[in-house]
C-alpha cells in the first residue's frame, strides 16, 4: 500500500511557475512508476508527465513538452512536477500516482487527493 500527498499547488500568473511535489509512504518507493496527471473542470483527467521507479525514463504529454520537468528523488521518497510558463489551460487539479512495475499504461493503482492549480490571465 503506498499512501501519496500532494502539495504546491497555488495560484500564479500565466508565465509564471509552480513546483509541485508529492510525498510517498512506504519502502518500496523505487520499485514504482510515477505519474502526474490533471482534471480541468468539466474535462476527462489526462496524463501529464511519468517517470520510471529508477528515474531513467520519463514521459510527458505533447502539450507540457518544453515546459514542464518530472523528477524523484527515491532516498526521499519524493516526485516533483516542475511547472513553467505557465498557461491559463493549465488550470486543472493536479494528481500524483504511483504503478507497480513500469509501463506507458495510464492505469495506475494508487492516487493522491490532488492540488489545485490556476493560472490567471
Known amino acids: 500500500q503506498v499512501q501519496l500527498v500532494e502539495s504546491g499547488g497555488g495560484l500564479v500568473q500565466a508565465g509564471g511557475s509552480l513546483r509541485l511535489s508529492c510525498a510517498a509512504s512506504?519502502?518500496?518507493?523505487?520499485?514504482?512508476?510515477m505519474g502526474w496527471f490533471r482534471q480541468a473542470p468539466g474535462k476527462e483527467r489526462e496524463f501529464v508527465a511519468r517517470?520510471?521507479?529508477?528515474?531513467?525514463?520519463?514521459g510527458y504529454a505533447d502539450f507540457v513538452k518544453g515546459r514542464f520537468t518530472i523528477s524523484r528523488d527515491n532516498a526521499k521518497n519524493t516526485v516533483s512536477l516542475q511547472m513553467n510558463s505557465l498557461k491559463p489551460e493549465d488550470t486543472a487539479v493536479y494528481y500524483c500516482?504511483?504503478?507497480?512495475?513500469?509501463?506507458?499504461?495510464?492505469?495506475?493503482?494508487?492516487w493522491g487527493q490532488g492540488t489545485q492549480v490556476t493560472v490567471s490571465a
Open positions: 500516482a504511483a504503478r507497480i512495475g513500469y509501463s506507458t499504461s495510464n492505469e495506475y493503482h494508487y
Open positions: 512506504g519502502r518500496t518507493f523505487g520499485s514504482y512508476t
Open positions: 517517470v520510471s521507479g529508477g528515474g531513467g525514463t520519463l
